[in-house]
């Protein structure tokens, strides 16, 4: 349950489109709900801090939770961003996976090594997670970003700017909130990014080659950084076309603009060579600097005696950035940045928009995350982060490459009530298989989780509010007062039950209450807490392991060697998986994934504390394997396969193991 709640800012900005429009005109349902959402305020809830890697002294954070949950922290602690960048689901309607790769077997890793084999990726053993369900109608989404939206702004310094990151989908839509949330004054482009010179055929239809990229700045004043792009070979080779004696290269450039204006001496001494402009032009310098450029050489003069601007080429900063970029193109599978995570950005694209719109030292959030690249990015460029995400897999991503390129920042997990099953849409999943006899209903609105048959009463409809969507998780009266005068009133009349499961409520007391004293149904409601099946899905993985002191200078003084890994949310997806390639393999021979009986290639992170035997964690010692089972040791790469063994200098009090699949589990060191 929520500790309070933080108000948001006071008003949208005045004279803009306002949301009773945006309703009139999009049929936009929903509004009223969003709008008393806004009048509650943010939730704040209990911040716990899992993990603090370096120092911190510039209080840089990597969250798991909700975007407005995290903003309602922000807000109480006082802290304000100076940039923000979004890449929020686009409203697509598909479903975005992770690759998840088995390592080697570390037991057979030597042999390996002496044979000098090395696996190509296509020949490796993989399977897919899905991290998220980009599955919305309209409505719902334009609600959910909304509030986002608006708990973003009021974290928002004065001097702050937001870039929106969206596509064809939804972006004109959101357009119109962010006139609203910023004030149409405050929009400064409409950035054209074309992801892709190599576009895919598309029947019917111009390929699809671009995402767009709305850019507001919250005040008056703003950061803003001129960019430059580098001139073509084509534009050098038309323009500058000149060279020095000394190999400096030029272009002269016309000496006048539009406007009428006197004659200038063009001489070394100012008092000779008066030359007038042409018809309707001025001269671009005044007397004192046409004397000084005529004596530098910067000045010069055709055979008809008129005068030029020498511009050098090494003086130039390169073409001024516009508003359409085609010169980044998005993340390929072979890319040395790609971490196998879809809708990953560039490096290159955030370079850009953290160079353009902030300076060293300032604050720098991303509150959806995905691979933190840009929190990566303001790290190496100077700058301090927030990054924030929903999705365990988001923040394991980030925090290692955080920690490779030594960071220092504090992982801190917000608890609103959900243990989440490493990303909400898995949890979505796991949720529909562990509530009792609920199955598919289509005869039920989208509104309904599903049903379960009921010998007495027959079809009970059920509730589950949609993790994606903070708008569902609290049952408040805004809720309750949209299912009994717009759910319950849709379903068929012999309906004489329904299931509302909830994670957070204001209180279970004045909800029985709105319902009892709303006489407007006779509908039975149930009120069930969600917390309770949530609490069955996690399931620890299990691991032997044994130490040895061993006084090695290289490596440290003790050896952790694992022995044994077992885990039974990742055999149940590779069962799925190879249950799935049977199906499709038309009684063909097909190789199915197969575990080694130690389960060590299931591993994919192993971190050891040996500061403290509780409270946040401390990584004294950690290693990654990567997808070809080389090992990253404290963040630096090597080419050495792992053989089962992590060291540390100093004795470790507990180790985390994460699985290929992302689920950590700590282990206490007797």
């Not at 911040?47 to 975007?67: D, F, L, S």
């Not at 196998?340 to 950005?345: L, V």
């Not at 010692?621 to 089962?644: A, C, H, M």
Request: glycine content about 6%; overall charge negative.
């Amino acid at each position: 349950m929520a500790v309070k709640y933080i108000p948001f800012i006071p008003e949208p900005v005045e004279g803009q489109a306002v949301l009773s429009n945006f309703n009139r005109i999009l049929k936009y349902k929903g509004a009223d709900d969003v709008s008393m959402a806004l009048e509650r305020g943010m939730p704040l809830y209990e911040m716990e801090k899992p993990e603090t890697v370096g120092e911190n002294k510039a209080g840089n954070m990597v969250i798991r939770g909700e975007c407005v949950s995290a903003c309602a922290y922000l807000k109480e602690k006082g802290i304000t961003v100076d940039l923000v960048y979004i890449d929020p689901p686009f409203a697509s309607g598909a479903d975005y996976a992770k690759k998840i790769y088995i390592r080697r077997n570390p037991k057979v890793a030597e042999a390996i090594e002496q044979a000098e084999q090395e696996l190509d990726v296509e020949e490796l053993k993989a399977f897919e997670e899905k991290m998220y369900g980009d599955v919305w109608d309209k409505e719902k989404y334009l609600n959910w970003m909304y509030e986002n939206l608006m708990a973003i702004k009021s974290v928002m310094s004065e001097t702050a700017s937001i870039y929106v990151h969206l596509d064809w989908h939804i972006g004109h839509y959101v357009k119109i909130l962010l006139d609203e949330v910023f004030g149409e004054n405050n929009f400064r482009n409409e950035i054209i990014w074309q992801k892709t010179t190599s576009p895919k055929a598309q029947s019917g239809q111009f390929s699809n080659t671009h995402d767009t990229i709305f850019f507001y700045k919250n005040g008056e004043d703003y950061t803003f950084n001129k960019q430059y792009t580098e001139y073509s070979e084509d534009y050098l080779n038309n323009f500058y076309k000149y060279y020095t004696p000394e190999g400096r290269r030029y272009r002269i450039s016309d000496f006048t603009q539009s406007g009428q204006g006197s004659g200038i001496y063009f001489s070394k001494d100012g008092k000779s060579n008066y030359i007038e402009p042409p018809a309707g032009k001025h001269w671009i310098w005044g007397q004192k600097k046409v004397t000084e450029g005529v004596n530098s050489g910067k000045i010069i003069f055709s055979t008809n005696n008129v005068p030029g601007l020498v511009r050098y080429l090494d003086e130039m900063p390169g073409n001024p950035l516009r508003d359409i970029w085609v010169d980044i193109n998005s993340i390929g599978p072979s890319s040395s940045e790609s971490r196998d995570y879809d809708t990953q950005k560039p490096e290159a694209l955030l370079e850009r928009i953290i160079n353009a719109s902030s300076d060293e030292n300032t604050l720098i959030a991303d509150f959806f995350g995905g691979t933190g690249v840009t929190s990566i990015v303001a790290n190496n460029l100077g700058r301090h982060f927030i990054h924030c995400d929903i999705g365990i897999n988001s923040i394991q991503t980030t925090r290692d490459q955080l920690k490779a390129d030594g960071a220092e920042f504090d992982v801190l997990e917000i608890k609103d009530g959900i243990s989440l099953y490493r990303n909400p849409v898995q949890t979505m999943d796991k949720i529909k298989s562990l509530i009792p006899g609920l199955k598919n209903e289509d005869s039920l609105d989208s509104f309904w989780e599903g049903a379960i048959s009921d010998s007495k009463l027959g079809i009970v409809p059920v509730y589950v509010p949609n993790l994606m969507d903070s708008n569902t998780k609290l049952l408040d009266e805004v809720l309750m007062n949209r299912i009994i005068h717009q759910a319950i009133p849709e379903l068929a009349p012999n309906i004489k039950k329904v299931i509302v499961y909830y994670v957070d409520i204001i209180s279970e007391e004045e909800i029985r209450k709105f319902i009892t004293e709303d006489d407007s149904t006779t509908v039975e409601i149930e009120l069930r807490d969600l917390k309770a099946v949530l609490d069955d899905i996690i399931v620890a993985d299990y691991a032997e392991f044994h130490i040895n002191e061993t006084h090695d200078d290289l490596f440290g003084s003790y050896l952790i060697a694992l022995d044994r890994f077992a885990s039974d949310r990742v055999m149940q997806k590779i069962h799925e998986f190879n249950q799935k390639a049977y199906l499709n393999s038309n009684n063909k021979p097909y190789k199915p994934v197969e575990i080694s009986e130690e389960g060590l290639e299931l591993i994919e992170f192993i971190s050891l504390d040996c500061s403290a035997s509780e409270g946040p964690w401390h990584s004294d010692s950690e290693i990654k394997i990567d997808k070809l089972g080389y090992v990253i040791r404290n963040g630096e790469k090597t080419k050495i396969f792992w053989d089962g063994i992590i060291h540390s200098e100093k004795k470790p009090l507990r180790i985390k193991i994460r699985n290929i699949c992302g689920d950590e589990t700590v282990f206490e060191v007797k």
